[in-house]
């Protein structure tokens, strides 16, 4: 199967603190990964498109400057939470898209942001 | 724009019992229609998908038809086990660029 695998899965920040969430295709190369953001009891919000070799691109209302994304590699993709405030604590999840099937999205088990 | 609606609360059940999760959708096209599967502790597994009017998705024991008349993509299963406890989402994508929209998710929890 394809394997998505994410990094770290907790991490614990002091407000002000800049913070990078790693996204691995284990098996796949992926010239397409998305990031989202999940709330408690809510359900995923598309925060970004990220595409190998370019810029990413943002969903209206989501701050560039705040969420910076890398997708330097066919098989990673970083977002950047810069300058965490306590507001910026949730769930964030990455999906990679499989070159070879289309419209399956595979998905990382998710990092747990907690801003302190 | 797009959006997926599935029904309030977690759903708890008996194992064998008959399992039915209720999402219908907005689009302003012909999306495709899918189910994601939350494992505890684990990233989000496409279980079924459909990708026009009618189609069937099944997967699992589980089962999804589109209906492009009433805009649902109902999930059922006839005898649920306890392994089939998870969250349940529900979503949409349109266009090229495969983006999805998803659903609220429903915890189903089912017990022995």
């Known amino acids: 199967g394809a394997v998505v695998s994410q990094h770290p899965s907790r991490v614990i920040c002091k407000s002000g603190t800049s913070v990078k969430i790693e996204c691995r295709s284990l098996?796949?190369?992926?010239?397409?990964m998305f990031w989202y953001r999940q709330f408690p009891k809510q359900s995923l919000m598309l925060m970004a498109t990220?595409?190998?070799?370019?810029?990413?691109?943002?969903e209206q209302g989501v701050e560039k400057d705040k969420f910076l994304i890398n997708h330097a590699s066919l098989t990673l993709s970083t977002l950047t939470v810069t300058s965490a405030h306590p507001e910026d604590s949730s769930f964030y999840i990455c999906?990679?898209?499989?070159?070879?099937?289309?419209?399956?999205?595979?998905f990382g088990p998710g990092t747990r942001l907690l801003v302190l | 724009g797009n959006s997926v609606t599935q029904m309030e609360g977690p759903v708890t059940l008996s194992e064998e019992a008959f399992l039915t999760i209720n999402c219908t959708y907005t689009?302003?096209?012909?999306?495709?229609l899918f189910w994601y599967v939350q494992y505890p502790g684990e990233g989000l597994q496409l279980l079924l998908k459909?990708?026009?009017?009618?189609d069937k998705g099944s997967n699992k024991g589980f089962e999804a038809t589109y209906r492009k008349e009433t805009t649902s993509f109902h999930l059922e299963k006839g005898s649920v086990q306890v392994s089939d406890s998870a969250v349940y989402f529900c979503?949409?994508?349109?266009?090229?660029?495969?983006?999805?929209?998803f659903g609220k998710g429903n915890q189903v929890v089912v017990i022995p």
């Open positions: 999906s990679a898209r499989h070159p070879g099937r289309k419209e399956t999205q595979y």
């Open positions: 990220s595409n190998e070799g370019s810029k990413a691109t943002y």
């Open positions: 979503a949409l994508s349109e266009g090229g660029n495969n983006r999805l929209a």
């Open positions: 098996d796949f190369q992926a010239t397409t």
């Open positions: 459909a990708t026009k009017a009618d």
């Open positions: 689009a302003t096209g012909y999306p495709s």
